[in-house]
């Protein structure tokens, strides 16, 4: 994803906003920009989630019965709250979204 990078002592991507530390003119553009970072970022990692039940649910079918019976499914857990105004919640995403 554009915009992107990893951080080395978390090993994670992340959004780069090194446009917040400086005085802009097109603030705005660079704020609207990363909330569409963070829309595409979270429907990406609902897609992620959907494929991983897809799996255990392939693996339960085909191979073992028992795969991962007692964890169940795949969730997100936003203990932040990022998602639903700043209160955590657990979203179970059971569909794919479309990522442009």
């Not at 191979?63 to 639903?84: H, K, V």
Request: contains cysteine; charged residues 25%.
């Amino acid at each position: 994803m554009d915009n992107s990078e990893l951080q080395i002592n978390t090993h994670c991507y992340v959004e780069n906003k090194d446009w917040k530390r400086v005085w802009r003119d097109d603030y705005a553009q660079y704020a609207q920009k990363s909330n569409e970072w963070q829309t595409k970022s979270t429907f990406l990692l609902g897609n992620v989630v959907v494929a991983l039940n897809d799996f255990a649910n392939c693996v339960r079918k085909n191979i073992n019965p028992e795969y991962m019976i007692l964890q169940g499914r795949f969730i997100i857990y936003d203990s932040l709250g990022i998602l639903n105004e700043g209160i955590p919640a657990i979203h179970k995403p059971d569909k794919y979204i479309e990522v442009s």
